[in-house]
């Protein structure tokens, strides 16, 4: 693996008496697509909205593109991040919801626009540039002057890919993607995702449930639970043939279920 810019190092995450990640070791390759599978609880969308600074840790350090992300270094030591350090580190970063989270009262073309004028000190030219580009990759240049609720919940989503992207991420953060999609419209979602996977050089973790889609487009597939990886490999040998007893279980209730 090239040096890892994104790093868990022993990190503990509780929710109560919960233990959501139990000293959890981690890393991804910068250029790396790495799916996270696993049951519901295992821990899979915690490691993304702790990259996104939306929930904290108890233990542990997290880094990001080489620097801690919960933590400052002073005088040698580490201690809490300040806002404005998250601030800085979150840049780096994309993440697309399960639910699309973009602005309503906003169009489709403000919506990719907005935080690039604002956070990143683009002119309006620029950014808006940037968006229609944005728009033309995800196939949805008709619709840039629409509001979100004029469109279907698998537009959202690719205009939420947009969005995402038009912050220049290092890396894109995927959780469940096409969880709250009708099933007709996963496909359109999959095949953006799918050409940003192939066609750029980003780095990207996904949290899916989609078992065929992670074996296509993932450099590495990590299955969780209870908050450690049990097993992680290539996705052929994890799918066809998985090492560990709890993966096999798992596998076989899921594609069943999907059978």
């Known amino acids: ?14 929710f109560g008496n919960f233990t959501v990640l139990n000293e959890l070791d981690f890393e991804v390759g910068t250029g790396e697509k790495v799916t ?100 033309e990759m995800v196939g ?39 969880s709250a999609l009708d099933p007709e419209l996963v496909g359109e979602v999959l095949n953006v995702i799918r050409r940003l996977a192939t066609e750029h050089d980003l780095t990207m973790l996904l949290v899916t449930h989609e078992m065929q889609f992670a074996r296509q487009v993932s450099d590495r597939v990590c299955f969780f639970d209870k908050g450690r990886i049990v097993e992680q490999g290539v996705p052929d040998q994890l799918f066809t043939n998985p090492r560990e007893e709890r993966t096999r279980e798992f596998l076989k209730a899921v594609l069943e279920s999907e059978a």
């Open 1 to 14: 693996m090239s040096d890892p810019i994104i790093k868990f190092d022993k990190v503990v995450k509780r």
């Open 140 to 178: 949805l240049t008709d619709q840039a002057d629409k509001f979100p609720n004029q469109l279907s919940g698998g537009q959202q989503q690719r205009v939420g890919i947009a969005r995402a992207l038009a912050m220049r991420p290092k890396v894109m953060l995927f959780d469940e993607p096409t």
């Open 36 to 135: 996270i599978i696993g049951p519901s609880g295992s821990g899979k969308s915690t490691v993304l909205r702790i990259l996104m600074t939306l929930e904290n840790i108890n233990e542990g350090v997290v880094y990001v593109g080489g620097e801690p992300l919960w933590h400052e270094r002073k005088n040698g030591a580490l201690i809490p991040a300040s806002e404005a350090h998250l601030r800085k580190m979150r840049e780096q970063l994309g993440m697309v919801f399960q639910q699309f989270n973009l602005f309503p009262h906003m169009t489709v073309r403000r919506n990719l626009t907005e935080a690039p004028v604002r956070v990143l000190g683009l002119s309006k030219s620029e950014a808006r540039n940037r968006a229609d580009e944005l728009l």
